[in-house]
């Protein structure tokens, strides 16, 4: 269970959060929420699907490290073998809260999380100012929720010119099992290609055209997750 509390630098003046990685710090997870504003940076490293949550009808875009829930294809013990790391990933154990009433948006911090640890980064000097590493971990969770805010734009374009279609992934791996990624969406590059000229202005303008390429882009690192997956059963 979470245990949320507004970050307070009395409470929490002598607070420590381990910024290495690992999975014993929770890094063993298969994919990560990722927003478009993010998808030309993290786009070399990941492939990057749509997940349609069928309760809220809300896409969410997710970078994927592994084929399977606790697999993490990326990570070799203590290293994260990737040039860039998803907010979503990098933020923790911070997060966005609001006041009771939904108004003002605040940072929090999950006291139950792994990277919680005595030998870790201090939050907070002995004057109980914010030192850098917490000043560059709220910087990259305020990037993440603004660009968690606007993402709704992003799939209602998708949506609004039919450019989502739904992907099952299945993949023989070199010791002959079978691999499956279900219920995935992707850019249906067909009718990319097809739209018009109105179109592409229109996405062109609301600043969808670019992580919409990057999102295809990143497609090509599927195979290089189905080689991970290979070395990592000693095939590869």
């Given at each position: ?44 490293d990941y492939a990057i699907l749509f997940r349609l949550d069928l309760a809220t009808d809300r896409f969410d875009a997710h970078a994927m490290f592994g084929f399977e829930p606790g697999e993490n294809l990326y990570l070799d ?160």
């Open positions: 269970m979470a245990n949320h509390a507004m970050l307070d630098p009395d409470a929490h003046r002598d607070l420590r959060v381990q910024f290495a990685r690992g999975a014993r710090y929770g890094d063993a997870v298969m994919s990560a929420i990722a927003v478009p504003d993010e998808f030309r940076r993290v786009q070399n013990g203590d290293r994260w073998d990737a040039g860039a790391l998803p907010l979503a990933i990098d933020v923790q154990p911070f997060l966005i809260g609001t006041t009771r009433d939904g108004g003002a948006r605040q940072v929090h911090i999950d006291l139950d999380h792994p990277r919680i640890a005595n030998d870790g980064a201090r939050l907070f000097d002995a004057d109980g100012r914010p030192t850098p590493f917490l000043e560059a971990g709220i910087e990259k969770l305020q990037a993440l929720d603004a660009g968690y805010q606007a993402a709704p734009e992003f799939f209602a374009a998708l949506r609004r010119h039919d450019l989502l279609e739904p992907l099952t992934l299945e993949v023989t791996l070199a010791d002959g099992s079978t691999n499956r990624l279900v219920g995935y969406h992707v850019v249906d590059e067909a009718k990319l290609r097809a739209l018009d000229a109105a179109s592409l202005g229109e996405l062109h303008r609301e600043g969808h055209l670019m992580p919409i390429f990057m999102a295809l882009a990143s497609l090509t690192n599927l195979s290089g997750l189905v080689s991970r997956k290979n070395r990592r059963n000693g095939d590869g």
